[in-house]
């Protein structure tokens, strides 16, 4: 896994001592203190690829309709077993066809999603599917694992950052040291890549090329310190 490191510094607030604040020490408050912002992120290669398939047909019978379908998607889930990719049915829908404003037939659809780690098996998993069933998506995303991985790494990298400008004020305001009085960590991560129908519009006649992605991950730490005498 490769990591692209981007650190952006945000403006600094500084309360800056005064004969105000000596006053405000004598009373136990505290203003020599720094607000400090630091962000640091950058692109994961991704792990995992989704990949969402449907099966939808219409007949004047609902059961007909129905049945097309439960058979279309648990095909697909028995191919995609064998293959070995995870398959997890989901959003059953069925909704009356109208003609003269009565119902002439009904409309069933279901998806499939489908996971795995090896792009190449999903991808010539894919390309067997599309004899029943119709692609919808391709999505590729960061698992659990891979993604607290790159926060930590990203986390060290601000707390490095962050301990390094708290000394830099404090030396550059000639002050033996500083304390830290608040420190808060966020992560977030970009949406995954979907690459969408659309890129893969010669694929109904061979396998979708499924390559790997990228993923933004970013970390912020946000603190305050104290500036000692």
């Known amino acids: 896994m490769s990591f692209t490191l981007r650190i952006l510094y945000l403006p600094l607030l500084l309360v800056m001592y005064s004969p105000l604040a000596q006053a405000a020490e004598n009373t ?14 950058g692109s994961v290669d991704t792990d995992i690829v989704v990949a969402i398939v449907y099966k939808e047909h219409q ?13 279309g998607i648990q095909w697909a889930a028995d191919k995609a077993k064998d293959a070995g990719v995870d398959a997890a049915p989901f959003q059953y829908r069925t909704s009356p ?4 404003k009565h119902i002439a037939g009904w409309r069933v659809h279901q998806s499939l999603r489908l996971e795995s780690e090896h792009p190449t098996r999903i991808g010539a ?7 029943k069933v119709t692609i919808q998506s391709l999505t590729h995303t960061l698992s659990p694992g891979a993604r607290i991985q790159a926060e930590e790494t990203y986390v060290v990298e601000a707390l490095g950052v962050f301990e390094q400008r708290a000394k830099l ?33 010669d694929s109904r006649k061979s396998a979708p090329v499924v390559e790997g992605g990228q993923q933004q991950v970013n970390v912020s730490v946000n603190g305050t310190i104290e500036l000692l005498q």
């Open 28 to 41: 136990g408050l505290h203003y020599d203190q720094v607000n400090l912002s630091i962000r640091t992120g």
């Open 59 to 71: 007949s004047t019978d609902h059961a007909t309709a129905a049945r097309e379908v439960n058979n």
């Open 97 to 100: 066809v109208y003609q003269k």
């Open 125 to 131: 998993l894919l390309g067997e599917l599309q004899k």
């Open 169 to 201: 004020i404090a030396d550059s305001l000639k002050r033996s040291g500083y304390k830290i009085v608040q420190l808060n960590i966020n992560t977030n991560s970009s949406p995954p890549i979907n690459r969408g129908v659309m890129a893969m519009a």
